[in-house]
Nanobody, 115 residues
């Protein structure tokens, strides 16, 4: 079992930055691939960024060059640094932990980009 708790969401102006954190507990964090997903009202949940246990990353085209995912295995935490935020980045952001046969989700944190 893995428990995930996201934090760092909030209201930010267009062009601003936020850093989301996802703290994990309950299992061996380092063996999991971790991801950030988001879901805007009326839309399906979509992958934003992911990082493997070995540190390999991938990003949605819409966030490449603006968002950076990273992990600190000593702190059991994964981060999403978001810069140059746009109104279309507004969504609930969810943390995800995955290994074959197991997938876990956090409760989500709201990010609102608005002037």
């Amino acid at each position: 079992q893995v428990q995930l708790v996201e934090s760092g969401g909030g209201l930010v102006q267009p062009g601003g930055s936020l850093r989301l954190s996802c703290a994990a507990s309950g299992s061996i964090f380092s063996i999991y691939s971790m991801g950030w997903y988001r879901q805007a009202p009326g839309k399906q949940r979509e992958l934003v960024a992911a990082i493997t246990s070995g540190g390999r990353t991938n990003y949605a085209d819409s966030v490449k060059g603006r968002f950076t995912i990273s992990r600190d295995n000593a702190m059991n935490t994964v981060y999403l640094q978001m810069s140059s935020l746009k109104p279309e980045d507004t969504a609930v952001y969810y943390c995800n932990a995955y290994k074959p046969g197991n997938i876990y989700w956090g409760q989500g944190t709201q990010v609102t980009v608005s002037s």
